[in-house]
């Protein structure tokens, strides 16, 4: 299945969140907790010494070198060099009659840490990710022992060397596959995958596959679309393919594809969002000279002026089908069909119904990136086509008609769209994640988004 909606992450949008990471993993190391070490050796196979190591305080580890890597249809892999981390501990050694304890420092360099990342999701469609492999070499580990026999503490210094680098080693990869479990995959769960946009619609932004790594970036497929919030009913029409252009100037990159938009025109048609009623300063009356109390007076038809003098009128406009974009180069474009159902309002407050008419007429929209929402705005041609049913015949009453559509849709459909538009709707970002540097470009079949990100910690 197609995705409706691609979300793509080039290296500099993987090197922008690894310098973050690498931050937190940095903090992580930091606190890490080694065990008390004790042992035996025998000096020259004859004399038995015991030693124990306790206390040990690290008191930094430092990722000075450190990148991150896209593996194709793997994944993602941290390598890290030339780290160093400083500790310090109490020691007491026992040898016959010998007894002796103190402090030591101990330096650690040349630390190699080697992270993979798994990348995969849930059956909610959440992101998930994981170490699926780590490994750290540690090159050299100096021990400075203060006391009074030196010579002695030499005779074991090699042993404790190698005691710290194994239980290094070992805990370093703990702490980095911990890190990754209680920091990182609880962040990118914050990637919303369903987002409610008002009383009537929302969008299904759960992945349809687990992310995939190719040689320059990582894409992240979503099912994008709208749906309605009270009956959720199967899309009449596919996905298609996305052609992505080889752009990566950009952090990020958002693919919403004609799919993610038609289906938000079906979601608003299904849920009854797109029909609207107007009564305000529409009348029936010869007196002033027409349908509307507007600026623009238009004439009303003689039959309806005889049979309902001074009447309000109400204009119910609804769209017969959800109406079908179109993106190409040029822009987004639609043919939006309207009819208009025009009632008297009798004294009653019952409706007598008056004429039908069925106009087509070409939109536009300018979209925009704005707080991380798709926002927008539409600009409507003039209403054409179409024949009237009852109230009179011929094409002047159609023309007339055609003209009031006209104002209607100027002055109080535009303005209600535009309003809603503004608003815009979320794009799917993991918290605390802002857009700048917005980039907008059509191709066939899809808005293609670019942006750069920044990351605000709390």
Known sequence: TNPGFVVRITQAGLDYAHQHGITVLEKELAQLKLPDISGDFRLRHVVKVHYEISRLNLRSFHLPYSRISL???????????????????????????????????????????????????????????????????????????????????NLFHSAIESRFRKILESKVCENVASSVRNELQPYVRTLPVTARIDAMVGIDYSLVAPPTATAQSLDVDLKGEFFSLAHRSAVPFPPLALAFPPDHDRMVYFGASSYFFNTAGFAYHAAGALVFEITDSTVVSPRNGGLCRCPYPLPAPLQLEKMYPDTQMKLRLSTPSAPFLNIG??????????????????????????????????????????????????????YGGGAVQGG????????????????????????????????????PLPDRIQLSNILVRFHPNFLLLGADVRYQPR
């Open 71 to 153: 593996v194709p249809n793997v994944g993602l892999q941290v390598s890290i060099s030339n780290a160093f981390a400083e500790m310090d501990g109490n020691w007491r050694v026992k040898m016959y009659f010998i007894r002796d304890h103190g402090s030591f420092d101990l330096n650690v360099e040349n630390i190699y840490i080697k992270i993979n990342l798994k990348l995969g999701s849930d059956a909610s469609g959440k992101p998930t990710i994981d170490t699926s492999d780590c490994s750290t070499r540690i090159s050299k580990v100096r021990v400075h022992f203060s006391g009074k026999f030196g010579w002695l503490y």
């Open 329 to 382: 180069p040029g822009g987004l474009s639609l043919r939006p069909v309207v009819d208009i159902q025009a009632y008297a309002i009798l004294p009653n407050s019952s409706l007598a119904p008056l004429f039908l008419l069925s106009l087509v007429s070409n939109v536009s929209a300018v979209i925009d990136v704005k707080s991380g929402h798709i926002v927008g705005s539409l600009k409507v041609g003039r």
């Open 392 to 427: 009179g015949s011929g094409g002047a009453s159609v023309r007339m008609l055609q003209s009031i559509m006209n104002i209607f849709a100027s002055n109080i459909l535009l303005p209600r769209l535009n309003a809603r538009l503004d608003q815009g709707f979320p794009l």
